[in-house]
C-alpha cells in the first residue's frame, strides 16, 4: 500500500547574485575581483580595520531595485542594514552587513516556462549584502583571500512554490537571463557571481502539510541545480517509501560523484545575533526615484520575445532564440532597421539565428567582440534579395567580414562574386552549354525536367556560382524553346 | 619668557606669539616634550610620546610660518587619545591585542587637524576600547590624576584629560560613549566637550559603541575648545552617519557675549539626588546662582526616564561593543596566540589579548542580543531610549539648555572601584543620557571639594554646540575656576 503513495517534491530557492557594480558595497575597491591575485583588491574598510566605516554603494541599491521591479517585488521605501554576527576567516569584521527585517524588496513573483506550462513563483524578498572572502586550502593550511569580501551580493528568495528539478532549473536560468538583461550581474555560476541553494521537501500527494525541509548547497552550475534536486527527489521518496523519516539536514552536492552527502556541519544551530547596523543609518528611498528606475527598466526576455512575434513576423522559436541575449537581440533589431524596409525582418532572423550564431558558436566569439558592424550585415542581406548575390557567395562574405569587420561591397568587389544578370553574357554562355551537351537537351526534349537543372547547374558552374539562377533558368527555356 | 609657563597658556594666547614669531613651534613644541619626559613618569599620560614626529612637524609648522604661511592651529602640540586612528603611529586602544598595530590612515579628525597644521604630541591612555571610567582597565598602566596623584583621573579618555590638565599637552581629542570625555575633563578641572552624534566624523574611531561612539575635545578652557571642535566638526564622505550641516565659527560665536540675559537653563531634578556628593552639589548650585546673576533664568526641568538610562547604556553599548570587537581575531593584525586549529588560534587569542572587562562587555551585549533575548533586552533598550530622548526633547523645549553636575562625585581614588563594577558603571549616571539621546554636552570648571575639581555639565539639542561653548563661555568670563593649575611641579634637579 505504501508503495502506492506518491509524493509532491515542495521546492524554494535562495539564489545570491554578484553585482557588476564599479565599486564593492561598502568602500571604494573595484568590485571586478574575478582572478586577481590574492588580496590586491582590498582596502582598510573591506578588510574591516579598527576604525573603519561602512558608506552605502548607490548603484548597488539601484541594481537591486531594479531586480526587485523586474521581479514584480514591493520597493520599500524605508529599508534596513543589519550585522549578522559569526566568526569565520573569510569575513572580516566578525559581522556581514545585510538585511533582515526590513528587505529592500518584497513580495514579487516571477513566470517560468515549463513542459507543463507557464508557472507563477513567488518571490519572498530580494535584499542586498556584501560578499565573503573566500579560503584557499594548501595541504594543512588555509589561506585568506579577501579580494571578495565586501563585493555587493543580492539576494533572491523564492517562495517553496516549485514542484520538479525542471521548474527550479527554469527559474535560475530565468533568474539569470534577467539580470544579465538588466545588466546588473554577469549571472556566471561557474565564477561564482550566481549562487544557488535549495530547499527541499517531500509531501505525499494531496497533502498540505510540508514535510522535513533538506537544504543543498555546493551547487556550481545549473546543471548542478537540476541534477541535484532530481537526486535528492528520489533519494527522500526511497527512504520515504521504506518507512524512514527524513531528518533536517544541509546536503552538499558532489559534482562528479553526482550525488548529495550531509555536510559537516561545524556552525550547527547558529545564532547570528542580527541587529540594525548602527553605522548605517535605514536606507530612505523616494518614491519619485523608484518610478524613474522603473521607467528606465530595459525591456524583459518575455516582453522582447512577444514583440519580435508581432512586430517582425518572427516564429516563437526564432524569437525564443534571438532574445536569449539581451546584446544578440539588440544586434538583431539594428540589423532589422538597417535593412527595412527593403529586406524583411524574417530574412534578417535566419541570418542572425543561423550563419551569424554558427560563427560565434565556432569561433566562441562573444556578441560585443563580433567585428560585422550591423549596417553591414544589413547590407550584404540586401545584396542577396535584390539577387546581387546568391546565396553561396553571400556565405563566402559574410565568413571575409568575420575576421575583417569590413562592408560587403568592397569584398565582393575584391573576391568578383557579384552576381551576373547580363542578359546577353548569360545569354551567350546558355548557347554555348546547350551545345556541349546535347544528350541533356535530347533528355529535357523527351520530357525529362532534371534534365534542366542539370543545364542550369553547367551555367552556374561556367561562372563559379556567380550567375543570376532565375535569368538562367530562363535564358535556357528561351533557347530550348526556340529550337523546337 | 621662561619655558615653565609655557605649558600653562591656552591655544588661544599661545597662537598670538606664534604668528608674531615671538615664539616658535620647535621651542613650544620642545617645551612639552620635556614637560612629558618630566611628569609622565608620575602621570602615565601617554601610551606612545612621538617626539620625533612632533619636532618635524614643529619644524615644518615655523617653515611654513617663515613663508607667510599660516593655518588654524599651526605649530599647536596636541595629543590623541589612542583609540583613534593615527597613520604610521602606533593606535593599542589600550589592548594588548592592539598593542603593535600601526594604522595605515588617519581618522578623519586627526587628518583634519594635521591639515590645520596641529603638531601630535603623541596617543593618551585610555581604559582598554574606551570600555572605563578611570583608566584602570587600560592593559598597561593606569594614569593618575595631576591633583591628587593617587586618584584616577576618569575616562575613559582619562590619558587625555590628565595631560591636558598637567600641562602635558596643549588640548586633546578624547572620545565619549558615555561620558568618557566629560566625566575626566570634570575629574581633571578642564572642559570637555561632547558634540551632536554625527557632528564629528567617527571614522577611524575605533568603535566602542557605534550609535553612541563621538569624538571630543579636551581644553584647558571654553575658547580652545571652540577652536578645535570647529577644526575637527564637519560632514565626512566616509561616515554615513555624520552630519551635512555647516560648521558655524564657534570661536568668533563666543566674542559676541550678550551675558546669559533671556538664556533659560533648566536644572532636572533628577540629577540632584541622593547619592551625590554634598560638595559637587554646593558648587554646581554656586555656579547655577553665577548664572543666574549673568542674567539666567533657572527653571527645574523633569527628564523621568533618568534612572533608565544606565541600564539602557549597558545594554546598547555592550551589545553593539560585542559585534565591535568581533574583528579581532588576529587574522588580519594585531595579536594572534596560535592555537591548534582556526577555531582554537581564535579562542586563545581573545582570550589572551582582551582585558577583563572587555570579555565582561562582549559577554553581556552577546546576551543581550542572543535569540530568545533580543525583545527583552536589547529591543526594549533601544525603545526605553526613545523615551529618554522625548524627555530631553520636551525639556529642551522649554529652555535652551540642560545643567547638572557632570560627575555624582569628584576623582575617586585608584583602585576603589575596580572591583566593583556596578559602582563603576555609576559614576556615568549624569553622561550616558546625552550619549544616548545623540545631543551636545560640556563638561567645565565649576569648583573644588578638598583640593579635587568638580565640573559642571552643560546639556544642549542637536547641533546646539555653538549655544553651548557661549554660554559656558560667558560663565567662564565671571569665574576664574579655568585658571587653576593642579599643584604637580616639575622634580628639576639643581634649580
Known amino acids: 500500500m505504501k508503495a502506492d503513495l506518491r509524493y509532491d517534491p515542495v521546492i524554494g530557492l535562495e539564489v545570491h547574485v554578484e553585482l557588476n557594480t564599479t565599486s564593492k558595497m561598502f568602500c571604494a575597491c573595484r568590485a571586478d575581483v574575478f582572478g586577481a591575485p590574492p588580496n590586491t583588491y582590498v582596502c582598510p574598510v573591506c578588510l574591516g580595520m579598527p576604525g573603519t566605516l561602512p558608506v552605502i554603494n548607490a548603484q548597488a541599491v539601484r541594481f537591486t531595485v531594479m531586480t526587485g521591479l523586474a521581479l514584480h517585488c514591493q520597493i520599500q521605501t524605508h529599508s534596513v542594514f543589519a550585522r549578522k554576527n559569526y566568526f569565520y576567516p573569510d569575513l572580516p569584521k566578525g559581522y556581514q552587513i545585510s538585511q533582515y527585517e526590513l528587505p529592500l524588496c518584497t513580495d514579487g513573483w516571477l513566470e517560468v516556462e515549463t513542459s507543463a506550462g507557464v508557472r507563477r513563483v513567488g518571490i519572498v524578498r530580494v535584499h542586498l549584502e556584501e560578499d565573503t572572502g573566500k579560503l584557499i586550502h594548501v595541504g594543512e593550511h588555509s589561506l585568506v583571500d579577501l579580494n571578495r569580501a565586501g563585493v555587493p551580493l543580492m539576494e533572491i528568495v523564492t517562495r517553496p512554490d516549485m514542484h520538479s528539478a525542471e521548474e527550479a532549473y527554469a527559474l535560475v536560468t530565468h533568474l539569470r537571463q534577467i539580470v544579465r538583461y538588466l545588466g546588473v550581474s554577469s549571472g556566471d555560476m561557474e565564477k561564482g557571481a550566481m549562487r544557488c541553494e535549495v530547499n527541499l521537501s517531500l509531501r505525499p500527494q494531496g497533502s498540505q502539510e510540508l514535510g522535513t525541509k533538506v537544504e543543498i548547497k555546493n551547487l556550481n552550475s545549473f546543471r548542478s541545480v537540476r541534477n541535484a534536486i532530481a537526486y535528492e527527489i528520489e533519494r527522500q521518496t526511497r527512504l520515504l517509501e521504506a518507512g524512514t523519516q527524513i531528518t533536517q539536514v544541509t546536503m552538499g552536492w558532489d559534482e562528479t560523484a553526482e550525488v548529495t552527502r550531509p555536510q559537516r556541519s561545524k556552525e550547527e544551530a547558529h545564532d547570528y545575533r542580527y541587529f540594525p547596523e548602527p553605522d548605517l543609518p535605514p536606507l530612505a528611498l523616494e518614491s519619485a526615484w523608484v518610478e524613474r528606475v522603473r521607467q528606465e527598466l530595459p525591456e524583459l526576455p518575455y516582453a522582447k520575445r512577444a514583440r519580435f512575434v508581432a512586430e517582425y513576423g518572427l ?170 | 619668557m621662561g619655558t615653565t609657563e609655557l605649558y600653562h597658556l591656552s591655544i588661544h594666547a599661545v597662537l598670538p606669539l606664534l604668528q608674531r614669531r615671538m615664539l616658535s613651534a620647535v621651542e613650544l613644541t620642545r617645551a612639552y616634550l620635556e614637560r612629558i619626559s618630566a611628569l609622565d613618569g608620575q602621570l602615565h599620560t601617554y601610551i606612545t610620546v612621538t617626539a620625533e614626529v612632533a619636532l618635524d612637524q614643529a619644524r615644518q609648522a615655523d617653515e611654513c610660518r617663515a613663508h607667510g604661511e599660516d593655518a588654524p592651529l599651526l605649530g599647536i602640540p596636541l595629543a590623541i587619545k589612542d583609540v583613534i586612528c593615527t597613520r604610521g603611529i602606533k593606535t593599542t586602544c589600550g589592548s594588548r591585542i592592539l598593542e603593535n598595530f600601526m594604522p595605515p590612515y588617519d581618522a578623519t579628525a586627526v587628518a583634519r587637524l594635521r591639515q590645520a597644521g596641529a603638531v601630535l604630541l603623541g596617543k593618551t591612555n585610555t581604559d582598554e576600547f574606551a570600555m572605563g571610567s578611570s583608566t584602570e582597565h587600560s592593559a598597561f598602566f593606569t594614569t593618575a590624576n595631576p591633583w591628587d596623584l593617587t586618584r584616577v583621573p576618569g575616562g575613559s579618555s ?103 540675559r533671556g538664556v533659560k537653563i533648566g536644572v532636572p531634578k533628577e540629577y540632584f539626588i541622593a547619592g551625590i556628593e ?218
Request: aromatic share 8%; net charge negative; glycine share 10%.
Open chain 2, 278 to 495: 554634598p560638595g559637587v552639589e554646593t558648587a554646581v548650585r554656586k555656579a547655577l546662582n553665577v548664572m543666574e546673576e549673568a542674567g539666567a533664568t533657572l527653571v527645574e526641568v523633569s527628564l523621568p526616564h533618568t534612572q533608565y538610562g544606565i541600564p539602557i547604556y549597558y545594554l546598547i553599548a555592550t551589545a553593539e561593543a560585542s559585534s565591535n570587537l568581533a574583528r579581532y581575531d588576529g587574522v588580519r593584525y594585531g595579536l594572534r596566540v596560535e592555537g591548534e586549529d582556526m577555531w582554537q588560534t581564535f579562542f586563545r587569542t581573545r582570550a589572551l589579548g582582551f582585558g577583563r572587562e572587555v570579555k565582561r562587555r562582549i559577554m553581556l551585549g552577546t546576551y543581550a542580543l542572543s535569540a530568545g533575548y533580543y525583545d527583552a533586552y536589547y529591543l526594549k533598550a533601544q525603545k526605553a531610549r526613545t523615551l529618554l530622548r522625548q524627555d530631553f526633547e520636551r525639556a529642551l523645549q522649554q529652555v535652551d539648555v540642560l545643567a547638572c553636575p557632570t560627575t555624582p562625585g569628584v576623582a575617586f581614588r585608584i583602585g576603589q572601584k575596580l572591583d566593583d563594577p556596578l559602582q563603576m558603571y555609576l559614576s556615568d549616571v549624569f553622561t550616558v543620557s546625552l550619549n544616548l539621546v545623540g545631543m551636545c554636552g560640556i563638561s567645565l570648571p565649576c569648583g573644588f571639594v578638598d583640593g579635587l575639581p568638580v565640573g559642571l555639565q552643560l546639556m544642549g539639542p542637536p547641533l546646539g554646540e555653538s549655544m553651548l561653548l557661549r554660554i559656558a563661555y560667558a560663565y567662564q568670563q565671571r569665574t576664574d575656576w579655568h585658571l587653576r593649575r593642579p599643584p604637580i611641579s616639575v622634580q628639576v634637579s639643581g634649580g
Open chain 1, 315 to 484: 516564429s516563437e522559436y526564432d524569437a525564443t532564440v534571438l532574445v536569449e541575449d539581451r546584446a544578440v537581440a539588440d544586434y538583431f533589431e539594428d540589423v532589422v532597421r538597417c535593412a527595412q524596409p527593403s529586406v524583411h525582418a524574417k530574412l534578417v532572423a535566419n541570418w542572425v539565428s543561423g550563419e551569424f550564431f554558427r560563427m560565434m558558436r565556432e569561433t566562441g566569439t562573444p556578441i560585443h567582440e563580433v567585428r560585422i558592424r550591423p549596417d553591414d550585415l544589413a547590407r550584404l542581406i540586401a545584396l542577396v534579395a535584390n539577387n546581387t548575390l546568391n546565396q553561396t557567395a553571400a556565405k563566402q562574405v559574410f565568413g571575409v567580414m568575420w575576421q575583417t569587420g569590413r562592408a560587403p561591397e568592397v569584398i565582393v568587389q575584391e573576391l568578383d562574386l557579384g552576381q551576373i544578370s547580363d542578359r546577353e553574357q548569360l545569354a551567350a554562355l546558355v548557347t554555348r552549354v546547350l551545345a556541349e551537351n546535347a544528350e541533356a537537351v535530347a533528355s529535357f526534349r523527351a520530357g525529362k525536367a532534371t534534365a534542366l537543372r542539370f543545364l542550369i547547374g553547367q551555367v552556374m558552374k561556367a561562372t563559379r556560382g556567380r550567375a543570376n539562377p532565375q535569368l538562367v533558368e530562363m535564358l535556357l527555356r528561351e533557347q530550348l524553346g526556340e529550337e523546337q
Open chain 2, 158 to 260: 582619562g590619558g587625555s584629560a590628565a595631560a591636558v590638565a598637567a600641562g602635558l599637552a596643549m588640548g586633546a581629542l578624547g572620545s565619549d560613549t558615555g561620558g568618557s570625555v566629560r566625566q575626566p575633563a570634570a575629574l581633571c578641572g578642564i572642559v570637555g566637550v561632547k558634540p551632536t552624534y554625527g557632528r564629528v566624523s567617527r571614522y577611524g574611531l575605533v568603535a566602542h559603541g557605534s550609535s553612541l561612539d563621538q569624538i571630543g575635545v579636551l581644553t584647558r578652557d571654553v575658547r580652545d575648545a571652540a577652536l578645535l571642535l570647529r577644526i575637527i566638526a564637519g560632514h565626512d564622505p566616509l561616515d554615513a552617519t555624520s552630519l551635512d550641516a555647516p560648521v558655524p565659527d564657534y570661536e568668533r560665536e563666543l566674542q559676541r557675549d550678550e551675558g546669559l
